[in-house]
């Protein structure tokens, strides 16, 4: 049996932040989110049939907000995921929340449904900057449900963080790292807001209100990544930090181009060399699935070219970076076969390094780091 993780979507939210380009929508009725929730279990029955000879050994309930799915809907999927995968004794399951969304009644029932990992979207502990970025939680909300959590068993926790929005100073940004990790989670997200199209940030900066500041981001980053480490936490990715043993697998999936399979409105997956992705239209996504129909509206067999370039583009982002060995068995070559003059180039400017048969960015590499992976795509 093949290990695949599983990644299922649910693109609701009580608001939509302002920096947010996911695809989810707000104001959302409970009669589309049940209708919709029947539709994903009619797309997991659809995929039985692929995947008798995988073993899911993690589960990502992602969004948007899984955590307003009501439980009656939310019970039904699990339990339709159970009895149409093959699931592993060891499984990390992972579910997405909102401080706000919670409760300890809802906390109790995710730990009986066999979810053993929350990911809790905190982003900043300032109530200024989370109305600031259109949060409908505040930093007391989000201490009551991490607490509760605990309460409830929970032994598995992420906090996710953002940085460099307009207005948060260095202070406010150590004020955060420094409350999180009091509260010791195993696992810690940090990311740089981004400027995505579509999103009222991006009018913002667009128009020239806001710029961006390179020099602030990086000073807010390190600072984060040094404050971790002193703390015993292993930076494993460029943007996650965990204790010892609580790296997130799933995710590990992605960075390491191994197996998944996206159930839900626009999810993504990689199965048997194939890439596609679903329907982004939620009501044409709840038809399809209500005709038995294939929801996927895009597939990729990948070539060996994007296999290579997947696999040193992904492996990057792990501070371990990619095992020379695994790239020489996968590709029948060495990667300075592939890539020469790339290699001597980084290798001479200190972006990348070699050691013990690992090719990983130096902390250099890691802030021009989409400048290094991009050396490595084959058109």
Not at 175 to 189: A, F
Request: proline letters at 3%; hydrophobic letters at 35%.
């Amino acid at each position: 049996m093949k290990p695949l993780g599983l990644y299922v979507h649910f693109p609701f939210c009580i608001k939509k932040c302002h920096y947010c380009d996911f695809l989810s929508f707000e104001k959302i009725s409970y009669e589309i989110i049940a209708d919709y929730c029947n539709a994903v279990i009619k797309e997991i029955e659809k995929r039985k049939q692929d995947l008798n000879d995988y073993t899911v050994d993690t589960i990502f309930l992602g969004g948007g907000t899984p955590s307003l799915i009501p439980e009656e809907s939310l019970e039904k999927i699990i339990v339709s995921i159970y009895n149409n995968f093959h699931i592993a004794n060891d499984i990390e399951f992972t579910i997405e929340s909102n401080p706000k969304t919670l409760s300890k009644e809802k906390l109790d029932f995710f730990l009986s449904s066999g979810i053993n990992r929350i990911s809790m979207g905190v982003q900043a502990l300032d109530d200024t900057l989370l109305n600031f970025i259109g949060r409908v939680h505040s930093v007391q909300d989000f201490y009551k449900n991490y607490y509760e959590a605990r309460e409830a068993g929970f032994r598995n926790i992420n906090t996710d963080l953002i940085f460099a929005i307009p207005n948060q100073s260095m202070k406010k940004w150590q004020d955060t790292m420094e409350g999180i990790i009091e509260l010791k989670p195993e696992h810690i997200s940090f990311y740089s807001l981004k400027y995505e199209e579509g999103t009222p940030f991006y009018e913002r900066y667009s128009s020239g209100e806001w710029t961006e500041n390179d020099e602030e981001d990086r000073n807010m980053y390190w600072h984060a990544v040094n404050k971790l480490r002193r703390k015993g936490y292993i930076h494993y990715e460029i943007s996650n930090a965990a204790v010892p043993g609580y790296e997130c697998r799933h995710n590990l999936k992605y960075w390491s181009m191994e197996e998944y399979l996206g159930i839900g409105l626009g999810a993504h997956s990689y199965l048997r060399n194939l890439r596609f992705s679903n329907e982004r239209d939620l009501n044409k996504y709840i038809q399809n699935a209500n005709n038995m129909e294939d929801n996927r509206i895009w597939i990729y067999q990948n070539k060996i070219k994007d296999d290579i370039s997947e696999f040193i583009f992904t492996g990057l982002r792990k501070r371990k970076g990619i095992c020379l060995n695994d790239f020489n068995e996968r590709f029948k070559g060495s990667i300075e076969q592939f890539f020469p003059k790339e290699i001597d180039n980084l290798l001479s400017g200190n972006w990348i390094e070699i050691k013990e048969n690992q090719m990983m960015l130096t902390d250099r590499g890691v802030d021009v780091s989409n400048s290094i992976m991009s050396k490595f795509i084959i058109l």
